[in-house]
């Protein structure tokens, strides 16, 4: 009834609890309040094959969200009379306005044996391909989780929700919270720290940075040598007037040509990733002084295999925009050098152009033309100027989601890497295991650890396609991966698949 109330205008308007004197008030930061940002609620899952003690989890994490500026992160959401988004937390956290949202399910039965639940994602020995995040919605949050910033802003919920899924022998524990709250890399702090607290090392728990300044800001405004201070080089590709008309037509034309986006996960393992490295290095000519290959990372071999793909299931040749999550934390000194965590949004573009010749080609040049790209853009100078790019376009009321350089045909793929946040080895919930769920020589990792994890967004969009994230890499050293792709893409990574499995 309100969703047709609000479709004829008629439902009435929504406000916000009254203000509660005693809340402390914490700003939310530039890169954190955008338009896109607000649109996602991210939720994500957390396997363990052991049996973990919930309330122990769900107590640890309240008290890590007692120490210091930690306590934002258990803050409420609100508008300020200009718009903009500023968090509330309560002082003191009490059971009628905690620090984290709680919820608890068990069911008794092994988890091989719940219909959904066993058919998780799994290493398996060679490549596979596995249904993803958005068909494990169940375990990923509480059904009545908000999945909206109006459900955060308009009532009084606390920023990040906890929701545990108990069987006989493994436990599923998700989080959930809005995008403007932090990034991966917050992620692996909050984890991390979390960990800290559930194993009585409350001491070691990192200091929260940044809660009340911004230091993306205070980075850009940070005196520099006029004579070291660059322009942004990618400014004169910039799609505006004409170009971006073009690339949004193009945009919504593919959208109403083809709307089977679906999302998977991929699992390649440590063999499959070696293989592909070998075959980029293979395309790639030694130097002629040295004799050696151009390095390539594994995240540049990933992104090329993925890209081909992409531009190989293409009905015509198009150059690809492949559009990188860089991180300024560890661009600028004075945030990679900083004592603590900084718990917030902190990644830039970043974009590496491939034509439509190259796309479809072999796997060394795009990698290492995507390495050179992503090299040139992460230095110091140019992510700051980027920044000031970025604090431009919001004074003027934009958003940074459209600050697009690229050719005005070119096909849109965002790719974003999680490998560096290691979650694997940043998990350790070994002090609430009340009993292994998996044991014997089959078992690859010590109890209270990670054995997959996945996320995604609350509500899906039709808009999001050509999306390739890592999701990092195991304690085997296989990788994983989802993408929301089309039908036509899979069928090309399917059939990738079967060939490196012939190597």
């Not at 719940?114 to 020995?125: D, M, N």
């Not at 170009?243 to 109403?256: I, Q, S």
């Not at 395309?283 to 990933?302: C, M, N, R, W, Y």
């Not at 005005?408 to 070994?430: E, G, I, K, V």
């Amino acid at each position: 009834m309100e969703a047709i109330q609000r479709l004829l205008g008629t439902a009435p308007a929504r406000r916000a609890p009254p203000p509660v004197e005693t809340d402390d008030i914490y700003p939310v930061h530039m890169l954190d309040d955008t338009p896109t940002l607000r649109g996602i609620i991210v939720t994500w899952t957390l396997c363990f094959n052991d049996v973990l003690d919930a309330d122990k989890l769900h107590s640890s994490l309240s008290e890590l969200l007692e120490i210091g500026d930690w306590r934002k992160v258990g803050g409420r959401l609100r508008l300020k009379p200009n718009g903009r988004l500023e968090i509330h937390v309560p002082r003191p956290f009490t059971t009628s306005r905690p620090a984290v949202s709680y919820a608890h399910q068990t069911l008794p039965l092994n988890i091989e044996d719940h219909p959904l639940a066993s058919t998780l994602p799994k290493p398996t020995p060679g490549p596979s391909i596995h249904p993803g995040p958005p068909s494990f919605r169940a375990f990923a949050a509480a059904e009545n989780a908000p999945s909206t910033i109006e459900d955060y802003i308009f009532t009084d919920t606390p920023q990040l929700s906890l929701y545990i899924t108990s069987f006989n022998n493994a436990t599923l524990v998700a989080l959930s919270w809005p995008h403007t709250l932090m990034d991966v890399m917050g992620q692996q702090a909050l984890l991390h720290s979390w960990s800290l607290v559930l194993s009585n090392r409350t001491s070691s728990v990192p200091p929260f940075l940044g809660a009340h300044n911004d230091a993306i800001t205070t980075a850009i405004d940070a005196p520099t040598d006029p004579a070291k201070q660059e322009q942004y080089k990618l400014l004169p590709s910039r799609l505006a007037g004409w170009a971006m008309a073009k690339f949004g037509f193009r945009f919504a034309t593919d959208l109403l040509w083809d709307r089977t986006v679906s999302t998977r996960t991929i699992y390649l393992p440590k063999t499959t990733l070696h293989a592909l490295h070998r075959r980029a290095q293979d395309d790639l000519p030694a130097h002629p002084e040295t004799g050696q290959k151009p390095f390539i990372s594994d995240g540049d071999v990933l992104t090329a295999w993925a890209l081909r793909a992409v531009a190989s299931s293409l009905p015509s040749p198009r150059p690809i925009a492949a559009l990188h999550a860089l991180n300024a934390r560890f661009r600028l000194p004075q945030l990679a050098n900083a004592s603590g965590v900084y718990v917030q949004n902190m990644s830039v573009a970043a974009f590496t152009s491939i034509p439509a010749g190259m796309a479809t080609g072999p796997l060394g040049p795009i990698a290492l033309e995507n390495r050179r790209c992503l090299m040139e853009q992460a230095a110091e100078a140019q992510v700051l100027a980027y920044l000031r790019e970025l604090r431009s376009e919001a004074t003027n009321g934009g958003d940074a989601a459209a600050m697009l350089f690229c050719a005005p045909d070119a096909l849109l793929m965002p790719f974003t890497n999680w490998a560096r946040a290691d979650f694997f080895q940043a998990a350790d919930f070994s002090a609430a295991v009340v009993r292994e769920g998996e044991v014997g020589a089959s078992r690859g990792n010590p109890p209270g650890t990670l054995v997959f994890q996945h996320a995604s967004s609350m509500r899906q969009s039709v808009m999001v396609r050509n999306v390739v994230v890592v999701l990092g890499k195991d304690r085997e050293g296989g990788y994983w991966l989802m993408g929301s792709l089309l039908e036509p893409a899979w069928a090309r990574i399917e059939e990738e698949m079967r060939g490196v499995r012939g190597i």
